[in-house]
């Protein structure tokens, strides 16, 4: 009974998404289905809190619902919720099916669930593989524009390749270690000492997740597939794949400390390696779902400082930084698909879209100013206070290359912030006007969007109530 | 059982070979049929015989299936008898057959060696242990599969959509304001659109 409440949020999606087809079989309705995934989500959502009252518990030698997993599961759901209110503002005006995007979106959920509670590299592999699966389907979704479709395949050929690459790690690991459950592996790991075949595996692992994170010479997919994939699908990959993904890495690295020096500088000069290359590579870019494709690379730079670091404050700095990350793409990326629904064809997503948006629609560009300024972390954002903890855990360690690097990546990448910032106010063209519809706040959508921006300025001038969350569950 | 299964891994590895620098797909599915078999081999040599079944029964079988669709829609044309002529050069079969010949070798001696229980090490995995693993520890990595194949056939079904079919059922809500992008579709797509619009304003 235990474990049944403890897996219940993971229970009550699948359960949604099996009564989401089958609603869909019985009738198609696009305002039916969404609400149905809104409201399973919703009830996903509460059942977190069952599932905190249980922790930590394991369930099976497969699962452990502790205050990282719930964390994640919070997380991704929010994400989740925010990508099936965005899908449902993107879809209204979509010609062809609907509904089948809310059972992918379910599914992929699912997916993300299982994996922030994985304590087993068969349950980390079955996760990954019912978070990915879904994606596919939910990047190439509009397979009329030949962009999505080239999305969905660059990201289904490459991630099958990923996987590959995780399965074979995991096999090697296996094969010396006799081990497949994190807490062993990370035992039989600290004895064994310098093997170059359990070199192999664990490098063959990093590759494989490090592709889901977009780590930087795995990274060549990011920014294709976000442009040319639908935006609230761009938006889920961005958000909650990624939140569930760094945190089964984190798991995996507190069970199994990295012993060898070699592999932990490989770590280190990757994540210096990322923020500056990703930060780079967005400078020349025109194209706003490119950019946050790049900056969402660099982001996950900073990100493994963290995981460099691992001791301490380490583990809160993931996470805060994640909650920080994960609102401020959530909203970006609101605002592009608000601004691409109203329309057929693709997405609204080139800078010059954008010009003089300041003139029509306000409140909109205020949010995606917001936005931009949280990503670039200024001052009473919440992107501010994730950075702040990314340089405190890289100073602590005295780890001074790695904080420079996060310096000098947030000096970079305050340039093309700005400069998107700057395309908002300029005087309006004689162009072609790519504009929300007029009564955007109203709907759930645009409602949605607001929120995000209220929030992201809220907990960047009063973060003590996250912060105070995030260490509770994270330590706690 | 030392050798039967070096040797059939080696066929493993020299079928799968085959498989990825072959161009023809019927000839590439030709070696994937013989690697799927020399890794059922190889789960018997290591005291898997639940596993090495299961990988005749469902990737063999599945190839298989798999190998008739292809023929199948490679084969509309009317050059359909100079074709098959084409595909059964020695060329083709001559590898997969060598392979396969080994494999058979191996089967043979290790029946005939009565080495019929024999494994390299290890206990035997019966199919009531692997039904006790699946459903006892590894249960929700059951489920995590079963949600997995949902959401393929999800995908699949809607990616492989037929376009008219999809058009006629669908509602359009705005007419739309095609972009560049929109102009650069295949001919043939825009003929099934045309189509499918006549159908609709037939309605």
């Known amino acids: 009974m235990t474990s049944l409440l403890a897996l219940s949020p993971l229970i009550l999606v699948c359960a949604t998404a099996i009564v989401v087809m089958l609603t869909i079989a019985w009738r198609r309705h696009h305002e039916l289905t969404a609400t149905l995934t809104v409201v399973g989500l919703n009830l996903a959502l509460v059942a977190q809190v069952v599932a905190w009252w249980q922790a930590p518990v394991s369930v099976t030698p497969l699962m452990t619902v502790d205050g990282l997993a719930v964390f994640g599961g919070v997380l991704i759901l929010i994400a989740t919720l925010a990508c099936a209110t965005l899908g449902h503002a993107y879809l209204e005006g979509a010609q062809g099916p609907r509904e089948e995007y809310y059972l992918l979106l379910l599914c992929a959920a699912a997916g993300g669930l299982a994996l922030v509670s994985s304590r087993h590299l068969a349950a980390l592999f079955f996760g990954l593989e019912l978070l990915s699966m879904p994606l596919y389907g939910m990047l190439a979704y509009t397979y009329r524009e030949r962009g999505a479709l080239e999305a969905g395949i660059k990201y289904m050929v490459l991630s099958a390749a990923a996987s590959a690459f995780l399965l074979f790690g995991m096999a090697l690991l296996y094969s010396r270690t006799g081990h497949l459950d994190f807490a062993g592996l990370g035992e039989a790991l600290a004895t064994a000492g310098g093997d170059g075949w359990l070199m192999a595996g664990m490098g063959m692992m990093l590759i494989g997740l490090g592709f889901k994170l977009s780590i930087v010479p795995f990274h060549l997919w990011t920014p294709d597939v976000y442009e040319g994939s639908p935006a609230p699908a761009a938006t889920f990959l961005a958000s909650a794949s990624k939140v569930a993904v760094l945190l089964v890495l984190l798991r995996l690295l507190q069970s199994s400390p990295v012993q060898d020096a070699w592999l932990h500088s490989l770590l280190a000069v990757l994540a210096f390696v990322t923020m500056l290359v990703g930060n780079l590579l967005a400078l020349t870019q025109n194209d706003l779902k490119r950019l946050l494709g790049y900056s969402s690379i660099a982001h996950f730079g900073y990100l493994l400082v963290a995981l460099v670091v691992n001791d301490g404050l380490a583990a809160e700095t993931a996470a805060l930084y994640l909650v920080t990350y994960v609102l401020t793409t959530l909203g970006a990326f609101g605002v592009v698909t608000l601004l691409s629904s109203p329309y057929s064809g693709a997405d609204a997503s080139q800078l010059h879209h954008y010009r003089g948006l300041f003139w029509r629609r306000p409140y909109l560009t205020a949010v995606l100013t917001v936005m931009m300024l949280s990503l670039a972390g200024i001052p009473f954002t919440a992107g501010f206070i994730g950075k702040f903890y990314i340089v405190a855990v890289g100073v602590e360690a005295s780890r001074w290359w790695l904080v420079g690097g996060v310096v000098a990546g947030s000096a970079i990448g305050l340039y093309y912030y700005l400069r998107v910032m700057v395309t908002l106010f300029l005087p309006e063209p004689g162009m072609q006007r790519r504009d929300a519809t007029t009564d955007w706040a109203q709907r759930a959508g645009g409602v949605v969007v607001l929120g995000l921006a209220a929030l992201v300025v809220v907990l960047g001038v009063y973060p003590a109530p996250m912060i105070d969350w995030v260490r509770f569950m994270v330590a706690g | ?203």
Do not use: C
């Not at chain 2, 898997?48 to 190998?67: C, D, N, Q, R, S």
């Not at chain 2, 376009?163 to 669908?170: F, I, L, M, P, S």
């Not at chain 2, 045309?194 to 037939?202: C, F, G, H, P, V």
């Open chain 2, 1 to 203: 059982m030392e050798i039967a299964f070096y040797l059939s891994a080696v066929v493993a590895v020299l079928a799968t070979l085959g498989v990825i620098t072959g161009t023809h797909p019927v000839h590439a599915l030709l070696y994937l049929i013989v690697s799927l078999i020399a890794v059922a081999l190889v789960f018997f040599a290591l005291g898997a015989p639940f596993a090495g079944a299961l990988e005749v029964i469902v990737y063999a079988g599945a190839i298989m299936v798999l190998f008739v669709f292809v023929v199948m829609m490679l084969n509309l044309g009317e050059s359909t008898a100079q074709q098959e002529r084409a595909w059964l050069r020695p060329r083709t079969w001559l590898g997969p057959a060598v392979l396969s010949s080994v494999l058979l070798l191996v089967l043979l001696t290790s029946l005939i060696g009565a080495d019929v229980g024999g494994r390299i090490h290890g206990d035997t995995l019966t199919a009531k242990a692997v039904g006790t693993l699946l459903f006892g520890p590894y249960l929700v990595v059951v489920e995590l599969a079963a949600m997995l194949l949902l959401a393929a056939l999800v995908a699949a079904s809607h990616l492989g959509r037929s376009e008219a079919h999809d058009e006629a059922g669908a509602v359009r809500h705005v007419p739309g304001t095609r972009t560049a992008d929109g102009r650069g579709r295949a001919a043939s797509e825009r003929a099934t659109g045309d189509a499918a619009s006549s159908k609709e304003s037939e309605r």
